[in-house]
Structure formats: C-alpha cells, structure tokens
C-alpha cells in the first residue's frame, strides 16, 4: 500500500492530528493493553507483546482466508456499501443514474435463481468464437478481441503514463494469462506448490465438464502443460519490480523485430489500437518467447487454453455448480478458506469492481465527515516537515541529491478521502436481470475508457483507488500520495486517542507512503513523474548498499517452514515501512514542540507510539494463503512488517531499552536509517 501529499514546509509543526485541544475528554492511550502478552517481553517481539493474545483467540472466519486490523475494516466498508446498495433497490431510481446503474447491478448479482435457469448458457457465445478459430491469424485476432473482456491473457494491454513523458498517456503490453497466482506455482518443486498444481487441473477439468466440452480431463492436462510452458518464459516479481528494465518503447515497426513470431498488426487492430503508433513492452524477452508459442503450439491447445481462461472468468457470474468449482480452487486450494463469502459481500465487490465511483460518491457523503478530512491534512502537513529536515540530515546523500529530494518532495500532491470529481458512466448499460452481461460490458467500458484517453493530457484528478477501499496508494507516475476515506479509521486513525497512537498508526502509513517515492523503484522517478536519474552514482552506490542490508534482514524471515521472504522482492515496502516509522516518529515529537508527552495507562509516549504500530499490523493468515503471498506479494508478512521496521529505530531501542541479547536489539552501527 502507499499513501501521501504536497510538502508545504512552512507549515506550523504545533498542528496535531487528533485536534487535542478541542477534546474536553481525557485522551486514551490508543493501544489496547487487554490484548498485551505479558508472557512475552517486547524486547523480543514487540508484535507478539501487542496482539498475541488476540492472535491466539481469534479464529480465522471460514469464509476468509485471513484476519485482522485491514480486514475488519473492509468487512465494515461492505456492511456500510451494503446498506446504501439496498437503499437504492428499495427507491424508485431515474433511468440512466448513477444510483439506477449500482442498483441493478447489485440486483442482478443477488438474484440466484435466474442463475441457475441460465446455467453455463451466458458464457456458450464465447466458447463459439474461440471453437470458430481457423487459422492463426484468428487466434491473434481473437486475442485482441479478448482485452475488451475482464480475462487474463499471455498478454494484456493498459494504458498509462509514458514514464519518458508522464504529461502524456502510452500503451503498454505485459506478460499474464496464467491460472495460478505466480510462475512459481508451476515450476517449483515445492510440495504445496505441487499440491496447488493438482487442484488446478481438477478445477480446470470441472470447469469443462460443466460446460459440456469434449474429452475434459484431458483438455485440463494439455491447458496446464501449456501454461507451465508459458511460466517458463515468463519474468519472476523480482525482475517486473525494475522500472527501467521493464520500460522497452517499440514503434509500430519496430515491433516484428522485438517479437518476429507475434502477428502484431492483427492483434493490436482487433484490441481497437489500428492506429497506435509506439507500445512499451514490459517484458520483451518474454513477448518474443510467447509468439514462438503461438505459432508453434498446435491451434486445438490455444483454443482450449482460451476458453479455460474464459470459463474460468465467467464461473463467478453463472450457476451455483460454476461458483463452487471456482471457490474450491481460488478460496480453499489456494487461500485455506472453507466456506464461501456471503453472496452479498461478493455483489458488493463486484459493484465496487465495475461501478466504484458510483458507489463511492454515496459512501463518502455518508461516511466521512469533513473533520477527518482536516485532521489528516494537519497530520500529513507534520510529516511531510518531518520528511523535509530528515533529507537534511541523512548522512548518506551528498548536496547535489539532497537539492533534488527537497525538490521531488516539494512537488508532492496529496489526495485525502475522495475524488475531486466523479467518473462518468452515462455509456455504461447496466440491466437488473443481465448479470453475466453487465459485468462484460463493465469490462469493456473500462477497457474503452483507457483507450479514449491516449492522445488527450494526463488528468492529474483521477485517482486509482475508490473512497470506501480500504488501503492507500503512492504513484509514481503522478508524484502523489492518495488516501481513500475507509482507511482513515480506528486503529489507524483514532480521534479519541493521543497523539502518540495516531502517529504510530496512521502516522507511520503516511511516512511509508510518502516514502514509496524515495524507496528503490520510486526514487527513480523525478518530482515531474518521469523515470529519470536524478541521483550522483556515488549516493546511488550508498543507498544499494544500505538496501543490501535491509535485503538481507528479510531474507532470514521464515514464515513457513522452508519458505523464506524474498527480500528483493519485498524491498519496496520493507523500504517504506521502515522509513514511514522513522519519520512518522519524528513528526510525532515535532508534535510536542518541546513538552513532555504524557504517561498514559503506564506507558510513555514512545512506547505508546511503537505500540500503536505494532498494532496497526494485528493479524494472521491460513498457511495456503501465506504461500501465496509469500511467492507473489511485494508486503512482507504482517509480524515481520511490525518486527523488521522497528528493530531498525532507535526510538525503540530508548522506549524499551534494548540491551544485547533481546531479540530485537540490534547495536546502533546495524541499524538501518534511510531516510
């Protein structure tokens, strides 16, 4: 996640997040100490100390594959979602609205028994096509044809800034079309990975039973063989994490050179792209492999291939029969859940899927009031000063580099809450009992919305989160830090609470999101948005040196036996993560403008603020669920994210005392301090 704004340095640091002085009631602590381990010391393992007891008592629901601060507050977003989606079925609605589009769509989702009359029928004009391929100039056009659908393909196609020219809009194409989570399900040796491999086939093998395919079981194995050739030439997380090595512009002519087995031409006609005169291919060596596969591969494997990536999309939308094969594969096989989300909970996803804003400019109205607005604004403005004098001073960073961080951080824009204007569905046909069919044409208004904004300037107004998501983003592209209003809640954001929980909570995810722009892949971007060097060699060479370090540190984290975190995978937000709780406790003492901090329930002011952060990461996750995130997710797990951060502070050596032999000691020449 990433989040944060526009460095104003002349901003009085005295601004307090939880507007203390106009709360007449005593301030809590903020931090839950019902939950405190005291078994364990926080020495140790200041995550345990916070949330073990919660952790031990806490079952994990079986419809979810993990639990925690994150995930009840989503759970409370879809309740609240919810409640203004049944409002709006249960009001007359004008035709063509907003409020008329979410209605009907949740409507169409929740109705069960038209699904199960429709049975496999919905998605039978899409298996024609595919069997209607002929030759392989069909094929590429039917894999064009196919961006305009919600399918996961070898090769998608987005459309996004032009990291030469980030005022400006460009194509991009990149590697996909696999059915498991990551290349790694497919070609590891690892028995869970072995097991997942196992369950795919059968689901895949279900999946073309039910919709009355020939020979199914032996379709599924030529579909997996398949995609595990596919894997093979695919880049691992760990090279797609390289801004510059994945940014490869090709003209229109240049393209038959990068690729010569891929019928470019065709396909990029039939994807609504005739006239598209360049493409940035993030993976070229991969492009290049997969066009050999297509022309190689006997036709009858693509096609199977196509329509189990296009039943495999449609098996949420149609009969009870399809939904269960789906979640035997994507809930149970590969996250531990057992029973299925509440059919209401995954309506509520796919209106915030297809209709986000539609659904948002409600919600936000109803749900965030605009003093939080104000408060996280006086918080961020702390921050960002934090941020500033902490350039100032990194040992590391010669001047010409530190000039040019104060200037990147100066351009920062800051995105609180909700958009400044709404997206616009008027072209979108949305129809209370046509849901396999709103879903599809969601799919390509969104599809269609991308491609009507090349040529036209970048609108720096859009934002790539909805108000009721719960998570927070930093862009590059856009040199911003966004913050969606669901996220600004209890325990990230207490009003109630002092000042010290607030900046250990949402204090420290601002810094982390502030600090996506100076971690490995974001400090390689200018304030501008553009991918350019703005760094001497010799403080490049120091800032490697210290990530090295912090690679290291999360490499020796086993969360499951024989699995380890990829540092290099995770060094983006082990980055932020450490770097947002260095500066978030520095804007917190900024805070106290020279005062004491009060002892409250026993616990100084830092020790409530590493507390507090400790807490903000409570939580625990099914064992296939970890192997997943672990093999895909650049976030470290949750414990490691509490752990490996404030190890690195010296705030928390003094809070705690940390001596030699605590687990959590390390002396303060190993301490890693970026930024």
Request: charge should be neutral.
């Amino acid at each position: 996640m990433k989040l944060f704004r526009l460095a104003a340095i002349t901003v009085a640091v005295s601004l307090s997040l939880s507007a203390q002085a106009a709360i007449s009631e005593p301030l809590t602590a903020g931090v839950d100490k019902s939950q405190f381990d005291t078994s364990v010391r926080p020495q140790d393992n200041v995550f345990d100390y916070v949330n073990g007891p919660w952790i031990k008592a806490t079952p994990i629901p079986a419809d979810q594959f993990a639990i925690g601060a994150f995930y009840t507050l989503r759970d409370e977003s879809e309740a609240r979602s919810k409640t203004l989606l049944e409002t709006a079925m249960a009001t007359a609605q004008t035709p063509g609205s907003d409020e008329q589009k979410i209605a009907d769509l949740y409507r169409s989702y929740m109705d069960e028994a038209r699904l199960e009359k429709l049975g496999a029928a919905p998605v039978k004009p899409a298996l024609t096509q595919i069997d209607q391929i002929a030759n392989l100039h069909d094929l590429f056009a039917t894999l064009g044809k196919l961006q305009y659908v919600s399918i996961d393909l070898p090769l998608n196609i987005g459309v996004g800034q032009d990291p030469d020219d980030a005022r400006r809009y460009e194509v991009g194409v990149n590697q996909g079309g696999l059915g498991l989570p990551d290349r790694d399900y497919y070609l590891s040796d690892d028995a869970r990975f072995a097991k997942a491999r196992e369950a795919y086939v059968a689901y895949l093998t279900r999946l073309f039973t039910l919709a009355g395919e020939k020979a199914p079981a032996e379709q599924a194995k030529t579909v997996m063989a398949l995609e595990t050739a596919i894997a093979q030439v695919q880049w691992t997380n760990v090279e797609n994490r390289d801004p510059v090595k994945t940014h490869n512009p090709r003209t229109r002519a240049a393209l038959p050179k990068t690729a010569p087995d891929f019928d470019w031409n065709t396909w990029l006609d039939n994807a609504g792209l005739g006239s598209v005169a360049q493409v940035d291919i993030s993976q070229p060596t991969y492009a290049e492999a997969l066009g050999q596969l297509l022309k190689k591969q006997p036709l009858a494997t693509w096609q199977s291939y196509l329509k189990a990536r296009a039943l495999d999309a449609a098996a949420p939308l149609l009969s009870k029969d399809f939904v269960q094969a789906h979640f035997a594969l994507h809930g149970t096989a590969l996250t531990g859940a057992t029973e299925q989300r509440a059919r209401w909970k995954r309506g509520v996803s796919a209106v915030n899927g297809s209709l986000g804003d539609a659904l948002g400019k409600p919600w936000a109205a109803a749900y965030f009031p605009p003093e939080s607005k104000a408060r996280m604004e006086a918080l961020v403005a702390n921050l960002l000063k934090a941020y500033q004098q902490s350039i100032e001073t990194v040992s590391w960073m010669s001047p010409p580099t530190r000039v040019q961080a104060q200037k990147k951080l100066a351009a920062y824009t800051t995105k609180i809450g909700y958009p400044s204007k709404w997206r616009d569905y008027s072209a979108l046909e949305i129809k209370p009992d046509d849901l396999f069919g709103n879903m599809t044409r969601s799919a390509a208004y969104r599809y269609q919305y991308d491609l009507n904004r090349l040529g036209k300037p970048v609108d720096r107004t859009e934002w790539g989160m909805y108000p009721q998501t719960v998570n927070a983003y930093y862009n590059p592209a856009m040199n911003e830090i966004v913050f969606p209003a669901a996220i600004l809640q209890a325990p990230f954001f207490n009003p109630k609470a002092d000042d010290a929980a607030n900046y250990g909570g949402i204090g420290a995810v601002i810094g982390h999101e502030i600090s996506h722009g100076f971690d490995d892949q974001g400090s390689q971007y200018d304030g501008d948005g553009n991918l350019k060097n703005w760094w001497t060699p010799a403080d490049r060479t120091a800032f490697e040196a210290l990530t090295s370090k912090l690679v290291a540190q999360y490499d020796a984290y086993e969360p499951l036996p024989g699995k380890h975190v990829n540092g290099k995978l995770t060094l983006g937000e082990n980055i932020a993560d450490l770097s947002g709780l260095q500066i978030a406790y520095k804007a917190y003492h900024l805070s106290l403008n020279g005062k004491p901090a009060p002892v409250i329930d026993g616990l100084t002011g830092d020790q409530r603020f590493f507390l507090a952060f400790a807490q903000i990461w409570r939580g625990k996750m099914r064992d296939a669920a970890l192997l997943r995130q672990v093999a895909t997710d650049p976030h470290s797990p949750l414990q490691f994210r509490a752990i490996g951060a404030s190890m690195n502070s010296d705030g928390f050596a003094e809070a705690f005392g940390t001596k030699p032999g605590d687990k959590m000691y390390k002396a303060p020449q190993d301490r890693i301090h970026m930024w």
